[in-house]
């Protein structure tokens, strides 16, 4: 079974704080994604990586820079973290085109 | 820009009922892919079932199935013989190495 883990369920960060939320993924899959899932908002991609040391912008990407130095981790970094950044957090990963595998979210509080 | 248009918000089945969600897209592609997640309440996203667009024929996958139609930009979700396990959010997405996703439909499951 694919499995893609999150560092954290749940996380408070106080605002201007700087943020790491890392995610591991164990099937050697190429493409890795950051998304952010707001209600009624559904899921919107913030980043996405096709290969190590590779990122694409995705719809949201203001506020936030990725890492990916080794093809099993890719990091979302929140420089200065702001409340309106207070979301569900959701990693996945992916073998090309196929279907995306999931981690199980890290629940961001910024006061 | 590809969109992805879930018009329910909500729905409601009775358990070993039929349901049916929505789902619209926008895509000027003409080889993409689409995709029903569901994502349990405070569980991982796990894919439902997927559907090539150059495939004519729906998929289906035991108890779901689609209704994918191309001209229309219409795929649609049925779930026969609704469980209580269904109780989740269902997500349609559209898209090949990047996927794009609606807003979500609340899916309840009355006993």
């Known amino acids: 079974d694919v499995k893609v883990t999150q560092s954290s369920r749940y996380l408070v960060k106080r605002t201007g704080e700087k943020v790491f939320l890392e995610c591991v993924q164990d099937m050697d899959h190429e493409n890795m994604f950051w998304y952010r899932q707001d209600p009624g908002l559904g899921l919107r991609l913030i980043y996405f990586?096709?290969?190590?040391?590779?990122?694409e912008k995705g719809d949201i990407p203001e506020g936030y820079s990725v890492s990916r130095e080794k093809k099993e981790r890719f990091s979302l970094i929140l420089e200065s973290a702001s409340t309106n950044q207070t979301s569900m957090y959701l990693c996945?990963?992916?073998?090309?085109?196929?279907?995306?595998?999931f981690g199980p979210g890290t629940r961001l509080t910024v006061t | 820009a590809q969109t992805v248009t879930q018009s329910q918000p909500e729905m409601s089945v009775q358990e070993a009922e039929t349901v049916t969600l929505s789902c619209t897209y926008d895509?000027?592609?003409?080889?993409?892919?689409l995709f029903w997640y569901k994502q349990p309440p405070s569980r991982q996203m796990i894919l439902v079932i997927r559907?090539?667009?150059?495939?004519?024929q729906n998929a289906t996958e035991n108890r779901f199935s689609v209704n994918f139609q191309k001209a229309a930009k219409s795929f649609s979700l049925k779930i026969s013989d609704s469980q209580l396990g269904d109780a989740a959010m269902y997500f349609c997405?559209?898209?090949?190495?990047?996927?794009?996703f609606g807003a979500g439909t609340i899916l309840r499951v009355k006993s």
């Open positions: 997405a559209q898209g090949g190495n990047k996927l794009v």
């Open positions: 990586s096709y290969d190590v040391k590779m990122k």
């Open positions: 559907q090539e667009a150059y495939k004519q």
């Open positions: 895509t000027s592609e003409s080889d993409y892919y």
């Open positions: 996945a990963s992916s073998f090309y085109i196929y279907e995306q595998y």
